[in-house]
């Protein structure tokens, strides 16, 4: 069964701090790996889309990395700022024709000034 | 706003009423699909349209009816809801039922409680 986890489940940080969140997945034929930021009371939003050989891709003050022999994803997000606090939702797409998407349950995040 | 727009955003409704959900996208996308957010829980996909064509269905009971009159508007009609159906409904489009290069545009969603 395709799955995706996502670690910690929430996480509060100062204004400034850096922090990494991480995703876990266990889906196949792997076809991408999304993150997606959620404001409160919002849909998601796309930060980053990786397929399989990228290690790495930033957007702005976020960089997402995939290993996929791990089967593993992080997003660091550098210097935080208090608009960051979000819900970061890792997204893993499987290809059969059609694509399926398998969704983590997301990382709650709070930046605290 | 991200081009697909929800409305409304926030809906009560008793369990014995009927409502409808709209979405609209301006992107010119070709996909549109329905999803449920409940509370610590991901996302689960409810409908998928591809060229106005219901391609997926992924066992969402009957009181939940999607209609697809053209790409660019998706209607998700509620009867005899249940208060565990109460959660976000989310409206995503996207260039085609693969995802696409740019994967998928989300609303923002509308906040339903069934009471």
Same mark, same amino acid.
């Given at each position: *069964?395709?799955?995706?986890?996502?670690? %910690?489940? &929430? $996480?509060? =940080?100062?204004?400034?701090?850096?922090? !990494?969140?991480?995703?876990?997945?266990?889906?196949?034929?792997?076809?991408?790996?999304?993150?997606? *930021?959620?404001?409160?009371?919002?849909? %998601?939003? &796309? $930060?980053? =889309?990786?397929?399989?050989?990228?290690? !790495?891709?930033?957007?702005?003050?976020?960089?997402?990395?995939?290993?996929?022999?791990?089967?593993?994803?992080?997003?660091?997000?550098?210097?935080?700022?208090?608009?960051?606090?979000?819900?970061?939702?890792?997204?893993?797409?499987?290809?059969?024709?059609?694509?399926?998407?398998?969704?983590?349950?997301?990382?709650?995040?709070?930046?605290?000034? | 706003?991200?081009?697909?727009?929800?409305?409304?955003?926030?809906?009560?409704m008793g369990m014995t009423n009927k409502k409808s959900l709209?979405?609209?996208?301006?992107?010119?996308?070709?996909?549109?699909?329905?999803?449920?957010?409940?509370?610590?829980?991901?996302?689960?996909?409810?409908?998928?349209?591809?060229?106005?064509?219901?391609?997926?269905?992924?066992?969402?009971p009957s009181r939940f009816s999607p209609?697809?009159?053209?790409?660019?508007?998706?209607f998700l009609h509620l009867h005899t809801l249940q208060?565990?159906d109460?959660?976000?409904?989310?409206?995503?489009?996207?260039?085609?039922?693969?995802?696409?290069?740019?994967?998928?545009?989300?609303?923002?969603?509308?906040?339903l409680?069934v009471?």
């Amino acid at each position: *069964k395709n799955q995706v986890e996502q670690s %910690p489940q &929430s $996480l509060i =940080i100062l204004e400034g701090k850096n922090c !990494t969140l991480q995703c876990n997945y266990t889906v196949s034929p792997f076809s991408n790996l999304r993150w997606y *930021k959620q404001d409160t009371g919002r849909g %998601p939003v &796309s $930060l980053t =889309i990786m397929t399989f050989s990228e290690n !790495t891709k930033s957007n702005g003050r976020y960089t997402a990395t995939l290993d996929a022999d791990t089967k593993q994803s992080s997003l660091h997000i550098t210097a935080s700022q208090l608009s960051d606090s979000a819900s970061y939702i890792c997204v893993v797409s499987a290809r059969f024709g059609n694509e399926k998407l398998t969704f983590g349950t997301g990382t709650r995040l709070t930046i605290i000034p | 706003e991200t081009g697909v727009t929800q409305t409304p955003r926030h809906l009560v409704m008793g369990m014995t009423n009927k409502k409808s959900l709209k979405c609209e996208q301006h992107l010119g996308h070709n996909a549109m699909y329905w999803y449920k957010q409940s509370a610590k829980k991901p996302l689960e996909l409810m409908f998928v349209y591809s060229l106005e064509e219901r391609v997926e269905n992924n066992s969402v009971p009957s009181r939940f009816s999607p209609e697809c009159p053209n790409s660019s508007h998706l209607f998700l009609h509620l009867h005899t809801l249940q208060p565990e159906d109460s959660a976000l409904y989310l409206c995503a489009s996207s260039q085609d039922s693969t995802g696409g290069e740019y994967g998928y545009t989300f609303g923002s969603g509308t906040r339903l409680t069934v009471v």
